[in-house]
């Protein structure tokens, strides 16, 4: 059982590239998350979805794009990359704790992405 | 954007003394998580409380959740320096599987 795994680790872009970060959970939850953290800021949601073949924006969508076209991932795509995307991504999948009334998040390691 | 302060931002204590993280917001929530975060890996779940009022023991680390469900606090008693790390707080929003992170508090217990 590896929980959220994410791929790349670590990553370099030019200005203007594109790249395509995975992540991929093995625990059946419907619920997938894609954060990112910056220095004093937290983690801001950026995309996310509710299930299989759903998306929806977050706080800071602008600049990246999602597809869930299985339950078990969840790929966030940066179409042309700005140095302000310089960040450390994280995915997150989450189930519902119905007895609880709440949703429990699982965090994968992270992507360290420098854009130049 | 429903923003969630943190304070204070750094901590930084010697081993065996107790602390409080505070986290406030104006607006409500369903649910407050609070993560523990280490360098180079991603936040891990310590708690969630979902009543207003309530306090949850995690051994030596109590969480409480506002009665009017906008702020939480987490106290540590007798820090040790297994517990330095990024201490963040997360209000759950809307029909509860979103977040709204808190800015975080950096904590170093020093032996």
């Known amino acids: 059982n590896a929980g959220v795994t994410q791929t790349p680790k670590f990553r370099v872009l030019k200005t203007g590239q594109s790249m395509t970060l995975l992540c991929a959970q093995d625990?059946?939850?419907?619920?997938m998350y894609w954060y990112r953290q910056d220095p004093g800021m937290g983690l801001r949601l950026i995309h996310y979805?509710?299930?299989?073949?759903?998306?929806a924006k977050g706080e800071v969508p602008d600049g990246y794009n999602v597809s869930r076209l299985k339950k078990q991932n969840f790929l966030l795509g940066l179409e042309s990359a700005a140095p302000s995307q310089t960040s450390v991504y994280f995915c997150?999948?989450?189930?519902?704790?119905?007895?609880?009334?709440?949703?429990?998040?699982?965090f994968g390691p992270g992507t360290r992405l420098t854009v130049l | 954007t429903q923003l969630l302060e943190q304070s204070p931002q750094f901590l930084s204590i010697q081993e065996g003394e107790n602390l409080t993280v505070y986290c406030n917001s104006s607006?409500?929530?369903?649910?407050l998580q609070w993560y523990r975060q280490e360098p180079g890996e991603g936040p891990v779940l310590l708690v969630t409380?979902?009543?207003?009022?309530e306090v949850k023991k995690l051994k030596r680390l109590t969480f409480q959740f506002g009665d009017a469900r906008k702020d939480s606090s987490l106290h540590i008693t007798a820090a040790q320096p297994g517990d330095t790390g990024l201490y963040l707080c997360?209000?759950?929003?809307?029909?509860?599987?979103?977040?709204?992170f808190g800015t975080g508090t950096s904590l170093t217990v020093i032996p």
């Open positions: 997150a999948s989450s189930y519902s704790n119905v007895r609880g009334g709440f949703y429990e998040q699982f």
């Open positions: 625990m059946n939850h419907e619920y």
């Open positions: 979805s509710v299930g299989e073949g759903t998306t």
């Open positions: 607006s409500v929530f369903s649910s």
């Open positions: 409380v979902v009543t207003g009022g």
């Open positions: 997360a209000g759950a929003a809307g029909t509860g599987n979103q977040f709204y």
